[in-house]
C-alpha cells in the first residue's frame, strides 16, 4: 500500500508559477515510477509528467514550462510549474506505481485566473 498526500495547489494569475508537492508513505526508490496527471471539468484525467527510473516525460503542452523532480529524502516528488495559462485549470493528482498497482492521492485544484 502507498499512501500519496498533494499540496500546493491555489488559485495564481497567468504566468504565475506554483510548486506542487506529493509526499509518499514509502520510498520513493522502491517506486517504478511516479507521475502527475490532471483533470479539468468535462475532461478525461491527463498525464502531465512522470519519472521513471531516473527518466523524465511531459505532456507536449507543458514543455518548457512545467519541471518534474523528486527529493528521495523526504520521500517527495514535485511539480514546478512556471508560465501558468489558464487552460491549466485542473485538480492535479500525484499517481505512484509500486508493486503492479497504480496509487493515487486525493488531488490538489490549480487555479490559473486574473
Known amino acids: 500500500q502507498v499512501q500519496l498526500v498533494e499540496s500546493g495547489g491555489g488559485l495564481v494569475q497567468p504566468g504565475g508559477s506554483l510548486r506542487l508537492s506529493c509526499a509518499a508513505s514509502?520510498?520513493?526508490?522502491?517506486?517504478?515510477?511516479m507521475g502527475w496527471y490532471r483533470q479539468a471539468p468535462g475532461k478525461q484525467r491527463e498525464l502531465v509528467a512522470q519519472i521513471t527510473s531516473g527518466s523524465t516525460n511531459y505532456a507536449d503542452s507543458v514543455k518548457g514550462r512545467f519541471t518534474i523532480s523528486t527529493d528521495n529524502a523526504k520521500n517527495t516528488v514535485y511539480l514546478r510549474m512556471n508560465s501558468l495559462k489558464p487552460e491549466d485549470t485542473a485538480v492535479y493528482y500525484c499517481?505512484?506505481?509500486?508493486?503492479?498497482?497504480?496509487?493515487w492521492g486525493q488531488g490538489t485544484q490549480v487555479t490559473v485566473s486574473s
Open positions: 514509502r520510498s520513493i526508490f522502491s517506486m517504478y515510477g
Open positions: 499517481k505512484a506505481v509500486y508493486s503492479g498497482s497504480a496509487y
